[in-house]
Nanobody, 125 residues
Framework: VRLAESGGGSVPAGGSLALSCAASGEIFSIPHMGWFRQAPGREREFVALITASGTTDYGDSVKGRFTISRDNDKITEYLQMNSLQPEDTAVYFC????????????????????WGQGTQVTISS
């Protein structure tokens, strides 16, 4: 399974960006898909999740500003990021898993089976 991210870039504070992540390869079921981010010197941080059934969840720092969605026909997820702040600067990674996802472990990067290469998001003040 391959995850290919697109989008990202650099915008001033208050701006918006959109990310997408398309899954390809031998895919026989709808995966849970999520986004994590990692800033220099920091651990990988949960950003958002959309389950195979469409349930969503967000990290506390992005609630109300970011929106995750998906297109199951294209096996693609999207992350609309609004009101971006300099602290949102990070490499954003797409993640997916096909096994049942224990809800209590959804924030843990180790719970996800597949990862994209990451895309840089830079917010200037």
């Amino acid at each position: 399974v391959r995850l290919a991210e697109s989008g990202g870039g650099s915008v001033p504070a208050g701006g918006s960006l959109a990310l997408s992540c398309a899954a390809s390869g031998e895919i026989f079921s709808i995966p849970h898909m999520g986004w994590f981010r990692q800033a220099p010197g920091r651990e990988r941080e949960f950003v958002a999740l959309i389950t195979a059934s469409g349930t969503t969840d967000y990290g506390d720092s992005v609630k109300g500003r970011f929106t995750i969605s998906r297109d199951n026909d294209k096996i693609t997820e999207y992350l609309q990021m609004n009101s971006l702040q300099p602290e949102d600067t990070a490499v954003y990674f797409c993640a997916a898993m096909f096994a049942p996802l224990p809800w209590s472990r959804r924030l843990e990067p180790e719970s996800y089976e597949h990862w994209g290469q990451g895309t840089q998001v830079t917010i200037s003040s």
